[in-house]
């Protein structure tokens, strides 16, 4: 009698695997049938194709993905209703002492359940694999569905049949999670690149809806924040749209690459939260993007790559979009270093030298501003020197003081619209200790060489045109006139809003020297 109960079990154990077997092939011709509408094959057919190997490739590849995931859907349960039917059988036979006679290589025999246990999760996997480039398309919402109804699946086989671990299914899961970063980071890069080369570099709205997102990422709930889908627009036009982005109190001024980096960002920190398994490999994608916008704003802007010119505007806009990324910096690393395991949180040393490069960056950015200023008093002010003598008291004010007072004004009401206080201070403290320094020099360059022309031209009949010669004042009058436009120098530009004065110590001693 025991005898013929084990034959019974074992016949139940294939049986049991031909209805696993017949339901995925089934199902799958059902569902491809649904999909090709009246250009499927007929009712009669449908055996014949859902036996083929090639009929069920074909009409899973054919599936949208949400055709896709209700097939699924559709297969787990009538797989795990089997599965259970087979558990209560398991649980009979079990209680008699009855096992199938199955074994592998002589080892422990394996039950019926485990085995159709077995059988349904490669088939699963199979049906995944086929997927495979599909799924690594998919956005985030979609391959989180996948991954979520396809891990409950699994959880509820194993404790159907204990001691199963579909590792093959975890493992393609996985690797599909693995396919899509891959894909996405692909994509992330390219349109990254397209979007700052064609950048404007003018100013955009922050939307209500993008400053929630930013507060939930500097409030640790990064995760919560549902991705704003990406475009290659100019920023954001809703009824909640503000002017400046928002962080901690902080406000910045930023370009619409900037808001897409950021957006970016969010979205691999959605993928590390719930591909946990994958946050050391979202950590590399983070540092890569954060690389890329540094290193290509620094060859767009101050390398000029794509514009024909740069400006205040542009230098001031690159340097509030670097601030705004570089205060996330600290909230993106604890966000990532919420899903690593403690022996990988080295890996965010990367992110600190990446802070480090931001903040070099925005120094050249400073320095740029200086340059600008050189730029136009080296070269446009500095030939006006020659043209103008302050012992001429009848004469006008000085052109070269009176340019840089308009040029440093210009810059400034440039500035002020775009930098906060602190950073303006900043800027107009290095301009100012360079005009404090340059401006005397200048002076000097110029008296020395016609002082030396003089010298050199005394005795000699020089022909043609002679240059313009340009000598320290003299007279009384001149050494006050002189006195009081430098006076007016420094008066004017340290009284320009925002700045907290200026002294031009270098310049005031030297004019007291000629005075």
């Keep these: 009698e025991t005898g013929n109960l084990k034959a019974v079990a074992e016949l139940y154990s294939l049986h049991l695997q031909e209805t696993i077997k017949l339901t995925v092939k089934t199902t799958v011709a059902e569902c491809a049938v649904d999909v090709n509408g009246s250009g499927g094959p007929s009712s009669e057919a449908r055996p014949a194709a859902a036996t083929t190997k090639s009929s069920i490739t074909s009409g899973v590849t054919a599936m949208s993905f949400p055709q896709f995931l209700s097939c699924l859907e559709m297969l787990f349960e009538q797989i795990l209703g089997c599965l259970s039917l087979s558990s209560n059988v398991y649980a009979f036979l079990s209680t008699n002492g009855i096992e199938g006679s199955e074994s592998r290589g002589g080892k422990t025999p394996v039950n019926a359940l485990t085995s159709a246990s077995e059988l349904a999760h490669r088939s699963i996997s199979e049906l995944l694999r086929i997927r495979k480039d599909a799924h690594s398309l998919l956005n985030l919402a979609e391959i989180k569905q996948l991954w979520d109804a396809c891990l409950a699946f699994t959880l509820e086989l194993e404790t159907h049949a204990q001691g199963v671990r579909a590792w093959g299914l975890r493992s393609t899961l996985l690797a599909q999670a693995k396919g899509f970063v891959e894909r996405n980071h692909e994509n992330h890069m390219s349109n990254l690149v397209a979007t700052l080369d064609s950048e404007k570099w003018a100013q955009c709205n922050v939307s209500g809806s993008r400053q929630g997102y930013l507060d939930n990422l ?14 290659s627009g100019g920023g954001d036009e809703d009824e909640g749209t503000i002017n400046e982005a928002n962080i901690e109190g902080v406000k910045f001024k930023v370009v619409w690459s900037c808001l897409l980096l950021v957006e970016m960002l969010m979205s691999n920190l959605a993928a590390a939260a719930h591909f946990q398994s994958l946050a050391s490999d979202v950590v590399g994608k983070v540092s ?42 600290p909230h993106i690393r604890a966000a990532l270093m919420a899903q690593l395991p403690r022996k990988q949180h080295a890996l965010l040393g990367d992110l600190d030298k990446i802070k480090q490069d931001f903040n070099e960056h925005a120094e050249k950015i400073l320095a740029k501003f200086v340059n600008i200023v050189a730029t136009i008093v080296e070269t446009s002010l500095a030939p006006t020197i020659m043209t103008f003598s302050f012992d001429d008291v009848k004469k006008g004010s000085s052109p070269f003081l009176e340019g840089i007072i308009k040029n440093v004004s210009k810059l400034h009401a440039v500035l002020m619209g775009l930098l906060p206080q602190e950073q303006l201070q900043d800027v107009f403290s290095r301009v100012f200790n360079y005009l404090d320094t340059k401006i005397p020099e200048l002076f000097k360059v110029a008296n020395d060489w016609s002082v030396d022309y003089k010298a050199k031209a005394k005795g000699k009949m020089m022909k043609g045109n002679q240059p313009a010669l340009f000598f320290y004042p003299k007279t009384k009058e001149g050494k006050e006139k002189i006195a009081n436009e430098v006076a007016q120098v420094v008066k004017e530009l340290g009284e320009l809003e925002m700045l907290g004065g200026t002294s031009f110590p270098s310049l005031r001693e030297k004019i007291k020297e000629l005075v």
Excluded: D
Excluded at 220 to 228: E, P
Excluded at 297 to 312: D, E, F, P
């Design 218 to 231: 500097c409030s640790g709930k990064a995760v919560l924040s549902k991705t704003v889908a990406q475009g």
């Design 288 to 329: 890569e993007l954060l690389r890329l916008f540094n290193s290509r704003t620094t060859q767009l802007v101050l390398g000029a790559a794509k514009l024909k010119s740069i400006n205040a505007k542009h230098l001031a806009l690159v340097s509030q979009c670097l601030g705004l990324v570089s205060s996330l910096l």
